[in-house]
Protein backbone atom coordinates (compact mmCIF):
# COMPACT_ATOMS: atom_id res chain seq x y z
CA UNK A 1 0.00 0.00 0.00
CA UNK A 2 1.64 3.26 -0.96
CA UNK A 3 1.69 5.74 2.01
CA UNK A 4 1.87 9.39 1.89
CA UNK A 5 4.58 11.34 4.18
CA UNK A 6 1.57 12.77 6.06
CA UNK A 7 0.18 9.27 7.18
CA UNK A 8 1.63 9.52 10.71
CA UNK A 9 -0.62 12.96 11.16
CA UNK A 10 -3.86 11.08 10.06
CA UNK A 11 -3.26 8.39 12.24
CA UNK A 12 -2.88 11.18 15.47
CA UNK A 13 -5.60 12.83 13.84
CA UNK A 14 -7.89 9.80 14.18
CA UNK A 15 -6.12 8.73 17.60
CA UNK A 16 -7.59 12.34 18.98
CA UNK A 17 -10.94 12.19 17.53
CA UNK A 18 -10.91 9.14 19.48
CA UNK A 19 -9.67 10.67 22.54
CA UNK A 20 -7.28 7.75 22.93
CA UNK A 21 -4.15 8.78 24.56
CA UNK A 22 -0.42 7.59 22.93
CA UNK A 23 0.37 5.21 25.37
CA UNK A 24 -2.64 3.43 24.94
CA UNK A 25 -2.86 3.47 21.29
CA UNK A 26 0.71 1.99 21.25
CA UNK A 27 0.26 -0.48 23.62
CA UNK A 28 -3.01 -1.89 21.51
CA UNK A 29 -0.47 -2.34 18.57
CA UNK A 30 2.48 -3.51 20.71
CA UNK A 31 4.91 -0.92 20.57
CA UNK A 32 6.24 2.15 22.71
CA UNK A 33 4.36 5.26 23.17
CA UNK A 34 7.96 6.90 21.94
CA UNK A 35 7.90 5.19 18.54
CA UNK A 36 4.61 6.05 18.11
CA UNK A 37 5.60 9.38 18.54
CA UNK A 38 7.80 9.70 16.29
CA UNK A 39 5.17 8.05 13.24
CA UNK A 40 2.65 10.69 14.41
CA UNK A 41 5.19 13.37 13.73
CA UNK A 42 6.16 11.50 10.31
CA UNK A 43 9.37 10.82 11.37
CA UNK A 44 9.34 7.13 11.01
CA UNK A 45 7.78 5.00 8.24
CA UNK A 46 4.74 2.37 8.93
CA UNK A 47 4.64 -1.36 7.69
CA UNK A 48 1.45 -2.51 6.43
CA UNK A 49 1.28 -5.25 9.13
CA UNK A 50 1.70 -2.34 11.90
CA UNK A 51 -0.86 0.14 10.05
CA UNK A 52 -3.14 -2.60 9.72
CA UNK A 53 -2.79 -2.49 13.29
CA UNK A 54 -3.27 0.86 14.07
CA UNK A 55 -6.16 1.20 11.61
CA UNK A 56 -7.95 -1.85 13.38
CA UNK A 57 -7.09 0.21 16.49
CA UNK A 58 -8.38 3.25 15.29
CA UNK A 59 -11.35 1.68 14.12
CA UNK A 60 -10.74 3.37 10.20
CA UNK A 61 -9.47 2.22 7.03
CA UNK A 62 -5.81 1.05 6.57
CA UNK A 63 -6.29 3.22 2.72
CA UNK A 64 -7.75 6.19 4.72
CA UNK A 65 -4.84 5.98 7.13
CA UNK A 66 -2.03 5.83 4.48
CA UNK A 67 -3.66 8.13 1.68
CA UNK A 68 -6.19 10.38 2.86
CA UNK A 69 -9.90 10.44 3.35
CA UNK A 70 -9.96 11.82 -0.50
CA UNK A 71 -7.94 8.77 -2.15
CA UNK A 72 -9.75 6.12 0.12
CA UNK A 73 -12.83 7.84 -1.34
CA UNK A 74 -11.89 7.82 -4.67
CA UNK A 75 -10.74 4.25 -4.68
CA UNK A 76 -14.29 3.49 -3.10
CA UNK A 77 -16.10 5.32 -5.80
CA UNK A 78 -13.95 3.54 -8.79
CA UNK A 79 -14.81 0.61 -6.90
CA UNK A 80 -18.45 1.35 -6.48
CA UNK A 81 -18.38 2.32 -10.91
CA UNK A 82 -16.92 -1.33 -11.06
CA UNK A 83 -19.80 -2.88 -9.25
CA UNK A 84 -22.61 -1.41 -11.13
CA UNK A 85 -20.92 -0.19 -14.45
CA UNK A 86 -24.77 0.19 -16.32
CA UNK A 87 -25.33 2.78 -13.58
CA UNK A 88 -22.80 5.32 -15.79
CA UNK A 89 -21.14 7.11 -12.79
CA UNK A 90 -19.80 10.18 -14.09
CA UNK A 91 -15.90 8.54 -13.22
CA UNK A 92 -13.77 11.10 -14.66
CA UNK A 93 -15.73 13.71 -12.11
CA UNK A 94 -15.48 11.69 -9.13
CA UNK A 95 -12.54 13.95 -7.62
CA UNK A 96 -14.46 16.82 -8.18
CA UNK A 97 -17.65 15.01 -6.15
CA UNK A 98 -15.97 14.07 -3.36
CA UNK A 99 -14.02 16.94 -3.00
CA UNK A 100 -17.22 18.87 -3.19
CA UNK A 101 -19.66 16.45 -1.09
CA UNK A 102 -17.61 14.72 0.76
CA UNK A 103 -20.32 13.26 2.77
CA UNK A 104 -22.52 11.94 -0.21
CA UNK A 105 -19.54 10.24 -1.67
CA UNK A 106 -18.89 8.48 2.07
CA UNK A 107 -22.27 7.16 2.17
CA UNK A 108 -21.67 5.86 -1.62
CA UNK A 109 -17.95 3.85 0.08
CA UNK A 110 -19.97 3.04 3.07
CA UNK A 111 -23.02 1.30 1.05
CA UNK A 112 -20.68 -0.45 -1.45
CA UNK A 113 -19.04 -1.75 1.37
CA UNK A 114 -22.03 -3.45 2.57
CA UNK A 115 -23.05 -4.69 -0.22
CA UNK A 116 -20.06 -6.25 -0.57
CA UNK A 117 -20.47 -7.93 2.94
CA UNK A 118 -23.94 -8.83 1.86
CA UNK A 119 -23.01 -10.57 -1.27
CA UNK A 120 -20.52 -12.56 0.69
CA UNK A 121 -23.60 -13.38 3.04
CA UNK A 122 -25.75 -14.55 0.52
CA UNK A 123 -22.74 -16.68 -1.58
CA UNK A 124 -21.93 -18.24 2.14
CA UNK A 125 -25.63 -19.03 2.67
CA UNK A 126 -26.32 -20.59 -0.52
CA UNK A 127 -22.98 -22.14 -0.38
CA UNK A 128 -24.53 -23.42 2.60
CA UNK A 129 -27.40 -24.89 1.71
CA UNK A 130 -26.30 -26.11 -1.52
CA UNK A 131 -23.23 -28.05 -0.02
CA UNK A 132 -23.72 -28.68 3.87
CA UNK A 133 -23.49 -32.39 3.57
CA UNK A 134 -25.67 -32.73 6.81
CA UNK A 135 -28.71 -30.81 5.04
CA UNK A 136 -28.06 -33.30 1.71
CA UNK A 137 -27.91 -36.27 3.64
CA UNK A 138 -31.16 -35.53 5.16
CA UNK A 139 -32.67 -34.48 2.27
CA UNK A 140 -31.63 -37.55 0.24
CA UNK A 141 -32.78 -39.61 2.79
CA UNK A 142 -36.18 -38.29 3.14
CA UNK A 143 -36.82 -38.24 -0.72
CA UNK A 144 -35.24 -42.04 -1.12
CA UNK A 145 -37.86 -43.25 1.12
CA UNK A 146 -40.52 -41.38 0.23
CA UNK A 147 -40.38 -42.30 -3.04
CA UNK A 148 -39.99 -46.39 -2.15
CA UNK A 149 -42.99 -45.73 -0.10
CA UNK A 150 -45.26 -44.05 -2.49
CA UNK A 151 -44.21 -46.38 -5.45
CA UNK A 152 -45.11 -49.29 -3.21
CA UNK A 153 -48.32 -47.81 -1.90
CA UNK A 154 -49.21 -47.26 -5.38
CA UNK A 155 -48.61 -51.12 -6.16
CA UNK A 156 -50.85 -52.02 -3.02
CA UNK A 157 -53.43 -49.80 -3.85
CA UNK A 158 -53.67 -49.72 -7.21
CA UNK A 159 -56.30 -52.72 -8.14
CA UNK A 160 -53.49 -55.00 -9.78
CA UNK A 161 -52.51 -58.74 -9.24
CA UNK A 162 -50.12 -58.72 -6.14
CA UNK A 163 -50.01 -62.33 -4.52
CA UNK A 164 -49.54 -62.44 -0.40
CA UNK A 165 -46.01 -63.47 -0.81
CA UNK A 166 -45.32 -59.71 -2.56
CA UNK A 167 -48.01 -58.37 -0.43
CA UNK A 168 -46.53 -59.09 2.82
CA UNK A 169 -42.77 -57.79 1.79
CA UNK A 170 -43.94 -54.84 0.43
CA UNK A 171 -45.79 -54.28 3.93
CA UNK A 172 -42.69 -54.91 5.44
CA UNK A 173 -40.60 -52.70 3.00
CA UNK A 174 -42.91 -50.09 3.57
CA UNK A 175 -42.83 -50.33 7.17
CA UNK A 176 -39.24 -49.82 7.26
CA UNK A 177 -38.86 -46.86 4.45
CA UNK A 178 -41.78 -45.26 7.18
CA UNK A 179 -39.02 -45.47 9.90
CA UNK A 180 -36.38 -44.53 8.14
CA UNK A 181 -38.21 -41.01 6.79
CA UNK A 182 -39.20 -41.01 10.43
CA UNK A 183 -35.53 -40.74 11.84
CA UNK A 184 -34.22 -38.71 8.66
CA UNK A 185 -37.27 -36.32 9.29
CA UNK A 186 -35.92 -35.97 12.91
CA UNK A 187 -32.26 -35.15 11.72
CA UNK A 188 -33.08 -32.75 9.26
CA UNK A 189 -35.58 -31.44 11.92
CA UNK A 190 -32.92 -30.96 14.71
CA UNK A 191 -30.23 -29.63 11.79
CA UNK A 192 -32.79 -26.76 11.20
CA UNK A 193 -33.19 -26.23 14.45
CA UNK A 194 -29.94 -26.45 16.69
CA UNK A 195 -27.62 -26.15 13.85
CA UNK A 196 -25.17 -28.37 15.97
CA UNK A 197 -22.92 -28.73 12.62
CA UNK A 198 -19.47 -28.15 13.59
CA UNK A 199 -18.46 -27.50 9.93
CA UNK A 200 -20.47 -24.76 9.24
CA UNK A 201 -18.54 -21.30 8.59
CA UNK A 202 -19.80 -18.95 10.55
CA UNK A 203 -21.88 -16.10 8.83
CA UNK A 204 -21.57 -12.66 10.36
CA UNK A 205 -20.28 -11.28 13.47
CA UNK A 206 -23.31 -12.76 15.59
CA UNK A 207 -22.70 -16.27 14.37
CA UNK A 208 -18.84 -15.74 15.01
CA UNK A 209 -19.87 -15.26 18.61
CA UNK A 210 -21.82 -17.79 19.06
CA UNK A 211 -19.88 -20.06 17.36
CA UNK A 212 -16.69 -18.62 20.00
CA UNK A 213 -19.01 -19.15 23.08
CA UNK A 214 -20.06 -22.78 21.93
CA UNK A 215 -16.76 -23.94 21.53
CA UNK A 216 -15.63 -22.62 25.06
CA UNK A 217 -18.93 -23.86 26.15
CA UNK A 218 -19.66 -20.00 27.90
CA UNK A 219 -17.10 -21.04 30.36
CA UNK A 220 -14.02 -18.79 30.53
CA UNK A 221 -11.73 -20.55 33.50
CA UNK A 222 -9.07 -17.80 32.69
CA UNK A 223 -11.32 -15.16 33.65
CA UNK A 224 -12.39 -16.98 37.02
CA UNK A 225 -9.39 -14.75 38.91
CA UNK A 226 -9.20 -15.99 42.69
CA UNK A 227 -9.74 -12.06 43.42
CA UNK A 228 -9.85 -8.53 42.48
CA UNK A 229 -7.55 -7.98 38.74
CA UNK A 230 -4.81 -5.63 39.01
CA UNK A 231 -5.37 -2.52 37.01
CA UNK A 232 -5.06 -3.37 33.43
CA UNK A 233 -4.96 -7.22 34.30
CA UNK A 234 -8.65 -7.87 33.25
CA UNK A 235 -8.29 -6.07 29.32
CA UNK A 236 -5.59 -7.87 28.58
CA UNK A 237 -7.08 -11.33 30.10
CA UNK A 238 -9.85 -10.53 27.72
CA UNK A 239 -8.28 -9.74 24.77
CA UNK A 240 -5.94 -13.10 25.44
CA UNK A 241 -9.30 -14.74 25.05
CA UNK A 242 -10.19 -13.42 22.33
CA UNK A 243 -6.78 -13.59 20.37
CA UNK A 244 -6.84 -17.49 21.06
CA UNK A 245 -10.38 -17.55 19.32
CA UNK A 246 -10.08 -18.56 15.21
CA UNK A 247 -14.31 -18.25 15.31
CA UNK A 248 -13.51 -14.35 16.10
CA UNK A 249 -12.72 -13.04 12.63
CA UNK A 250 -14.07 -9.62 12.32
CA UNK A 251 -13.44 -6.80 14.29
CA UNK A 252 -17.31 -6.57 15.12
CA UNK A 253 -17.74 -10.24 16.32
CA UNK A 254 -14.60 -9.25 18.60
CA UNK A 255 -16.25 -6.11 20.17
CA UNK A 256 -19.58 -7.78 20.59
CA UNK A 257 -17.04 -10.79 22.42
CA UNK A 258 -15.71 -8.16 24.31
CA UNK A 259 -18.79 -7.55 26.00
CA UNK A 260 -19.75 -10.35 26.49
CA UNK A 261 -16.07 -11.50 28.49
CA UNK A 262 -16.90 -7.81 30.43
CA UNK A 263 -20.15 -8.66 31.78
CA UNK A 264 -18.86 -12.48 32.30
CA UNK A 265 -15.89 -11.08 34.69
CA UNK A 266 -18.07 -8.68 36.06
CA UNK A 267 -20.18 -11.34 37.18
CA UNK A 268 -17.42 -13.41 38.18
CA UNK A 269 -15.63 -10.97 40.38
CA UNK A 270 -19.04 -10.52 42.14
CA UNK A 271 -20.00 -14.20 42.74
CA UNK A 272 -16.41 -16.04 42.39
CA UNK A 273 -16.80 -19.69 41.12
CA UNK A 274 -15.74 -21.66 44.75
CA UNK A 275 -18.06 -19.62 46.35
CA UNK A 276 -20.90 -19.45 44.28
CA UNK A 277 -20.49 -23.06 43.32
CA UNK A 278 -20.91 -23.71 47.13
CA UNK A 279 -23.74 -21.58 47.27
CA UNK A 280 -25.20 -23.43 44.58
CA UNK A 281 -24.82 -27.34 46.29
CA UNK A 282 -27.12 -25.84 49.25
CA UNK A 283 -29.64 -23.43 46.72
CA UNK A 284 -29.50 -25.92 43.76
CA UNK A 285 -32.36 -24.45 41.58
CA UNK A 286 -33.30 -21.35 43.25
CA UNK A 287 -31.59 -18.43 41.50
CA UNK A 288 -33.38 -16.36 43.88
CA UNK A 289 -31.95 -17.55 47.26
CA UNK A 290 -28.54 -16.87 44.73
CA UNK A 291 -29.46 -13.29 44.05
CA UNK A 292 -29.86 -12.74 47.72
CA UNK A 293 -27.03 -14.15 48.77
CA UNK A 294 -24.67 -12.43 46.48
CA UNK A 295 -26.84 -9.71 46.74
CA UNK A 296 -26.35 -9.28 42.77
CA UNK A 297 -30.09 -9.30 40.12
CA UNK A 298 -31.40 -12.41 39.14
CA UNK A 299 -30.16 -11.67 35.34
CA UNK A 300 -26.37 -12.02 37.12
CA UNK A 301 -27.06 -14.91 38.77
CA UNK A 302 -28.75 -16.71 36.25
CA UNK A 303 -25.88 -16.34 33.44
CA UNK A 304 -23.76 -17.73 36.67
CA UNK A 305 -25.59 -21.03 36.75
CA UNK A 306 -25.73 -21.41 33.09
CA UNK A 307 -21.90 -20.48 32.27
CA UNK A 308 -20.16 -22.43 35.05
CA UNK A 309 -19.75 -26.19 34.83
CA UNK A 310 -22.71 -27.91 36.53
CA UNK A 311 -22.56 -28.86 40.10
CA UNK A 312 -22.65 -32.73 41.84
CA UNK A 313 -26.37 -33.46 40.49
CA UNK A 314 -24.81 -32.88 37.03
CA UNK A 315 -27.51 -30.94 35.34
CA UNK A 316 -26.74 -28.91 32.79
CA UNK A 317 -28.72 -25.21 32.47
CA UNK A 318 -29.29 -23.57 29.03
CA UNK A 319 -30.09 -19.91 28.78
CA UNK A 320 -31.84 -17.53 26.51
CA UNK A 321 -32.32 -13.89 26.79
CA UNK A 322 -33.69 -11.35 24.47
CA UNK A 323 -34.50 -7.70 24.23
CA UNK A 324 -37.62 -5.70 24.38
CA UNK A 325 -38.51 -6.07 20.64
CA UNK A 326 -38.19 -10.59 21.30
CA UNK A 327 -34.63 -11.09 19.41
CA UNK A 328 -32.72 -13.55 20.97
CA UNK A 329 -29.32 -12.50 22.38
CA UNK A 330 -27.95 -15.00 24.34
CA UNK A 331 -28.12 -18.47 23.28
CA UNK A 332 -26.93 -21.16 25.15
CA UNK A 333 -28.87 -24.31 24.44
CA UNK A 334 -29.67 -27.31 26.60
CA UNK A 335 -29.87 -31.18 25.67
CA UNK A 336 -33.42 -31.77 24.58
CA UNK A 337 -34.74 -28.18 23.96
CA UNK A 338 -34.55 -26.86 20.39
CA UNK A 339 -33.91 -23.29 19.71
CA UNK A 340 -34.11 -21.94 16.22
CA UNK A 341 -31.36 -21.47 14.14
CA UNK A 342 -32.78 -18.35 12.27
CA UNK A 343 -35.64 -16.00 13.43
CA UNK A 344 -38.37 -15.54 16.17
CA UNK A 345 -38.80 -18.25 18.72
CA UNK A 346 -42.21 -19.94 20.05
CA UNK A 347 -43.97 -17.17 21.78
CA UNK A 348 -45.06 -19.92 24.71
CA UNK A 349 -41.79 -19.57 26.13
CA UNK A 350 -41.91 -18.30 29.49
CA UNK A 351 -39.31 -15.56 28.32
CA UNK A 352 -42.04 -14.08 26.54
CA UNK A 353 -44.52 -14.18 29.12
CA UNK A 354 -41.82 -12.84 31.28
CA UNK A 355 -40.78 -10.21 28.79
CA UNK A 356 -44.81 -8.84 29.15
CA UNK A 357 -44.62 -8.81 32.75
CA UNK A 358 -41.37 -6.86 34.01
CA UNK A 359 -40.05 -7.86 37.89
CA UNK A 360 -42.07 -10.89 37.85
CA UNK A 361 -40.42 -13.77 38.35
CA UNK A 362 -41.98 -16.58 36.48
CA UNK A 363 -41.50 -20.79 36.27
CA UNK A 364 -42.98 -23.60 34.32
CA UNK A 365 -42.17 -26.77 33.07
CA UNK A 366 -42.43 -26.48 29.37
CA UNK A 367 -42.68 -29.68 26.33
CA UNK A 368 -41.30 -29.24 22.75
CA UNK A 369 -42.76 -31.68 20.26
CA UNK A 370 -40.86 -34.29 18.55
CA UNK A 371 -38.19 -36.79 19.71
CA UNK A 372 -38.07 -37.73 23.70
CA UNK A 373 -40.53 -35.15 24.73
CA UNK A 374 -38.60 -34.22 27.61
CA UNK A 375 -39.73 -31.83 30.23
CA UNK A 376 -38.10 -28.97 31.26
CA UNK A 377 -38.15 -26.34 33.79
CA UNK A 378 -37.72 -22.56 32.33
CA UNK A 379 -36.95 -19.86 34.96
CA UNK A 380 -37.58 -16.19 33.53
CA UNK A 381 -37.47 -12.87 34.73
CA UNK A 382 -37.46 -9.40 32.88
CA UNK A 383 -35.72 -6.36 34.30
CA UNK A 384 -35.31 -2.73 32.92
CA UNK A 385 -31.69 -2.81 31.69
CA UNK A 386 -31.10 0.91 32.02
CA UNK A 387 -31.49 3.53 34.45
CA UNK A 388 -34.45 4.72 34.66
CA UNK A 389 -34.93 8.41 33.28
CA UNK A 390 -37.82 10.89 32.79
CA UNK A 391 -36.26 11.85 29.10
CA UNK A 392 -37.20 8.25 27.51
CA UNK A 393 -38.79 5.05 27.73
CA UNK A 394 -37.26 2.03 29.82
CA UNK A 395 -35.40 -0.55 27.86
CA UNK A 396 -36.28 -4.59 28.70
CA UNK A 397 -34.75 -8.21 28.64
CA UNK A 398 -35.14 -10.75 29.68
CA UNK A 399 -34.10 -13.92 30.87
CA UNK A 400 -34.63 -17.40 30.57
CA UNK A 401 -32.54 -20.40 32.64
CA UNK A 402 -33.57 -23.50 31.06
CA UNK A 403 -33.42 -27.21 32.81
CA UNK A 404 -34.49 -31.05 32.05
CA UNK A 405 -36.82 -32.00 34.51
CA UNK A 406 -35.95 -34.62 37.22
CA UNK A 407 -38.89 -35.95 38.76
CA UNK A 408 -36.25 -37.32 41.52
CA UNK A 409 -35.02 -34.13 42.57
CA UNK A 410 -37.56 -31.15 41.67
CA UNK A 411 -40.27 -32.82 44.15
CA UNK A 412 -44.01 -33.21 43.34
CA UNK A 413 -45.21 -29.18 42.85
CA UNK A 414 -42.59 -29.49 39.59
CA UNK A 415 -42.92 -33.32 38.67
CA UNK A 416 -47.20 -33.07 38.59
CA UNK A 417 -46.89 -29.55 37.25
CA UNK A 418 -49.14 -29.92 33.60
CA UNK A 419 -46.29 -28.96 30.89
CA UNK A 420 -47.12 -26.17 28.52
CA UNK A 421 -46.54 -27.53 24.68
CA UNK A 422 -43.71 -25.25 23.30
CA UNK A 423 -42.25 -25.23 19.91
CA UNK A 424 -39.05 -24.24 18.92
CA UNK A 425 -39.60 -21.96 16.04
CA UNK A 426 -42.93 -22.34 13.87
CA UNK A 427 -41.15 -23.17 10.39
CA UNK A 428 -40.02 -26.38 12.28
CA UNK A 429 -43.01 -26.91 14.94
CA UNK A 430 -45.78 -29.68 13.77
CA UNK A 431 -48.82 -28.45 15.65
CA UNK A 432 -51.81 -27.52 13.89
CA UNK A 433 -53.83 -25.98 16.32
CA UNK A 434 -51.50 -23.22 17.56
CA UNK A 435 -53.11 -19.84 18.06
CA UNK A 436 -49.31 -18.33 18.03
CA UNK A 437 -48.75 -19.84 14.74
CA UNK A 438 -46.78 -16.74 12.46
CA UNK A 439 -46.01 -19.17 9.76
CA UNK A 440 -47.07 -22.21 8.31
CA UNK A 441 -44.64 -25.58 9.55
CA UNK A 442 -42.37 -27.16 6.48
CA UNK A 443 -43.01 -30.78 8.72
CA UNK A 444 -46.84 -30.71 7.30
CA UNK A 445 -45.99 -28.64 3.82
CA UNK A 446 -47.99 -30.40 0.66
CA UNK B 1 -40.66 -59.85 -28.47
CA UNK B 2 -40.24 -59.18 -24.24
CA UNK B 3 -38.24 -55.71 -23.48
CA UNK B 4 -35.30 -55.38 -21.10
CA UNK B 5 -34.53 -53.48 -19.06
CA UNK B 6 -31.65 -52.68 -16.46
CA UNK B 7 -32.50 -51.01 -13.03
CA UNK B 8 -29.35 -49.08 -11.57
CA UNK B 9 -30.71 -47.93 -8.58
CA UNK B 10 -28.95 -48.37 -4.92
CA UNK B 11 -31.76 -47.89 -2.92
CA UNK B 12 -33.00 -51.59 -2.50
CA UNK B 13 -36.98 -50.95 -1.86
CA UNK B 14 -37.14 -48.57 -4.60
CA UNK B 15 -35.36 -51.10 -6.97
CA UNK B 16 -38.01 -53.70 -5.87
CA UNK B 17 -40.93 -51.57 -6.28
CA UNK B 18 -40.20 -50.77 -9.75
CA UNK B 19 -38.94 -54.29 -10.70
CA UNK B 20 -42.23 -55.33 -9.57
CA UNK B 21 -44.16 -52.62 -11.69
CA UNK B 22 -42.23 -53.80 -15.04
CA UNK B 23 -42.33 -57.10 -14.55
CA UNK B 24 -45.70 -57.18 -13.69
CA UNK B 25 -46.35 -54.97 -17.22
CA UNK B 26 -44.35 -57.22 -18.77
CA UNK B 27 -40.83 -56.63 -19.18
CA UNK B 28 -37.48 -58.17 -18.25
CA UNK B 29 -36.04 -56.66 -15.91
CA UNK B 30 -32.58 -56.68 -13.98
CA UNK B 31 -31.19 -54.43 -11.33
CA UNK B 32 -27.65 -53.36 -10.23
CA UNK B 33 -26.78 -51.25 -7.57
CA UNK B 34 -23.37 -50.02 -8.13
CA UNK B 35 -21.98 -46.79 -9.65
CA UNK B 36 -18.24 -48.40 -10.27
CA UNK B 37 -19.45 -51.21 -12.20
CA UNK B 38 -22.72 -49.88 -13.90
CA UNK B 39 -21.27 -49.15 -17.24
CA UNK B 40 -20.03 -53.08 -17.29
CA UNK B 41 -23.44 -54.05 -16.21
CA UNK B 42 -24.52 -52.31 -18.61
CA UNK B 43 -22.89 -53.98 -21.56
CA UNK B 44 -23.30 -57.42 -19.70
CA UNK B 45 -27.09 -56.98 -19.94
CA UNK B 46 -27.25 -55.35 -23.08
CA UNK B 47 -30.89 -53.77 -21.82
CA UNK B 48 -33.88 -52.04 -24.86
CA UNK B 49 -34.00 -49.40 -22.20
CA UNK B 50 -31.61 -48.56 -18.50
CA UNK B 51 -33.03 -46.76 -15.86
CA UNK B 52 -30.50 -44.80 -14.09
CA UNK B 53 -30.50 -43.60 -10.74
CA UNK B 54 -28.25 -39.94 -10.14
CA UNK B 55 -26.70 -40.60 -6.74
CA UNK B 56 -24.87 -44.08 -6.69
CA UNK B 57 -22.07 -45.40 -4.78
CA UNK B 58 -18.61 -45.19 -6.52
CA UNK B 59 -19.53 -42.91 -9.54
CA UNK B 60 -22.38 -40.54 -10.13
CA UNK B 61 -25.05 -41.15 -12.85
CA UNK B 62 -23.85 -38.27 -14.60
CA UNK B 63 -20.68 -39.59 -15.12
CA UNK B 64 -22.08 -43.29 -16.18
CA UNK B 65 -24.46 -41.23 -18.84
CA UNK B 66 -21.39 -40.07 -20.12
CA UNK B 67 -19.57 -42.75 -20.33
CA UNK B 68 -22.59 -44.56 -21.43
CA UNK B 69 -22.72 -41.94 -24.60
CA UNK B 70 -19.07 -41.68 -25.16
CA UNK B 71 -18.58 -45.24 -26.40
CA UNK B 72 -20.28 -47.04 -29.68
CA UNK B 73 -21.65 -50.19 -28.23
CA UNK B 74 -24.17 -47.69 -25.60
CA UNK B 75 -24.21 -44.60 -27.40
CA UNK B 76 -27.64 -45.37 -28.66
CA UNK B 77 -29.20 -46.41 -25.34
CA UNK B 78 -32.17 -45.28 -24.51
CA UNK B 79 -31.78 -44.21 -20.79
CA UNK B 80 -35.07 -42.63 -18.13
CA UNK B 81 -32.83 -40.66 -15.21
CA UNK B 82 -34.09 -40.42 -11.44
CA UNK B 83 -32.84 -38.02 -9.81
CA UNK B 84 -34.27 -36.50 -5.95
CA UNK B 85 -32.92 -32.98 -7.05
CA UNK B 86 -35.39 -31.85 -9.52
CA UNK B 87 -33.57 -28.07 -10.16
CA UNK B 88 -33.34 -26.98 -14.15
CA UNK B 89 -29.33 -27.24 -13.89
CA UNK B 90 -29.38 -31.08 -12.97
CA UNK B 91 -32.15 -31.19 -16.22
CA UNK B 92 -29.86 -29.14 -18.07
CA UNK B 93 -26.76 -31.13 -16.99
CA UNK B 94 -28.60 -34.63 -18.04
CA UNK B 95 -29.37 -33.32 -21.60
CA UNK B 96 -26.39 -31.99 -22.42
CA UNK B 97 -24.94 -35.56 -21.22
CA UNK B 98 -27.75 -37.04 -23.93
CA UNK B 99 -30.47 -38.34 -21.53
CA UNK B 100 -33.73 -39.54 -23.56
CA UNK B 101 -36.02 -39.14 -20.44
CA UNK B 102 -35.44 -37.12 -17.29
CA UNK B 103 -37.51 -37.89 -13.86
CA UNK B 104 -37.59 -36.46 -10.69
CA UNK B 105 -38.27 -38.62 -7.33
CA UNK B 106 -40.62 -39.07 -6.00
CA UNK B 107 -42.55 -40.78 -9.15
CA UNK B 108 -46.03 -41.83 -10.08
CA UNK B 109 -45.22 -45.79 -11.70
CA UNK B 110 -47.84 -44.96 -14.64
CA UNK B 111 -45.73 -41.80 -15.77
CA UNK B 112 -42.87 -44.31 -15.51
CA UNK B 113 -44.11 -46.87 -17.50
CA UNK B 114 -45.57 -44.27 -20.57
CA UNK B 115 -42.12 -42.89 -19.89
CA UNK B 116 -40.52 -46.70 -21.01
CA UNK B 117 -42.99 -47.86 -23.55
CA UNK B 118 -42.08 -44.46 -25.59
CA UNK B 119 -38.61 -44.93 -25.17
CA UNK B 120 -38.27 -48.59 -26.99
CA UNK B 121 -41.47 -47.65 -29.00
CA UNK B 122 -44.07 -49.68 -27.38
New interface residues.
Given amino acids: MPHSRLTGSRIRERRLVLGLKQAALAKDVGISAAYLNLIEHNRRRVGDSLLEALAKALKTDPAVLAEGAEAALLGALSEADKRLPQAQAELDRSEDFAGRFPGWASLVMAQNQRIQELEQMVEALSDRLTHDPELAAS ?2 EV ?2 A ?7 A ?2 LS ?1 G ?2 VDQE ?1 QD ?2 LR ?1 MR ?2 GMRLSSAAQGLVEFLDAGSSEEVVPIGPSEELATFLGANEHFFPDLEAPSAWKAGARDQAIAAVIADSSALTSREAQDMARQFLLQYVRDAEAMPMQAFQTARTAHRWDPAALAREFRQSLPSVMRRIAFLPPISDGTVAGLISCDGAGALVVRKAVPGFALPRFGAACPYWPLFQALAQPERPIRAVVRQPGGARRRHVCQAVCVQQDAPSFDRPPVYEAYMLIRELDDALDGDALSHATPIEVGSTCRVCPRTDCAARREATILSAG | MTKQVLVIED ?1 P ?2 A ?3 S ?2 LS ?1 DGWSVSTHASGTTAVQAVRDAKPDVLILDV ?1 LPGKSGYDILQDLRSADDTRALPVLMLT ?1 RGQKTDRDLAERLGVNRFMT ?5 SEMLTNLRELVGG
Avoid: Q, Y
Wanted: no cysteine.
Fill in positions: LHISVTAIRSTAIGGEWRFNDE | ENIEAIFIRMAKPFSN
